[in-house]
């Protein structure tokens, strides 16, 4: 009996090792509808810090993901246009120049 006991431990010991193991990949959250998240490039990053343009007052949150409101005015990236950018409530703020959803809060 002590025989059976210490094998059936031993499986249950060993199979709890290997479900510890196993590995878990968590993504953040994208800014992107299809799961990527966008890296932007430097050079957009470095533009869009050195521009002046008014900051608009917006209720709602300012987070990676959001779409702002068309009524919201977005200036485009000379050197690449798949990026625009504004400041909101005094954020510079990088979008998507379609679709408004920000893609990076520039700090």
Known sequence: MKRLLAIVSAALFASGTAFAQSTVVVTPDSSDTNG???????????YVTGQ??????????IVVGSELPSSVEVYPV???NSYAYTIVNKKRVIVNPH????????K
């Open 99 to 106: 679709t408004h959803k920000i893609i990076e809060i520039v």
């Open 78 to 80: 000379p050197s690449n």
């Open 36 to 46: 990527t998240t966008v890296v932007v490039p430097g050079d957009v990053t470095t």
């Open 52 to 61: 002046q343009v008014p900051s608009v007052t917006y209720e709602g949150d």
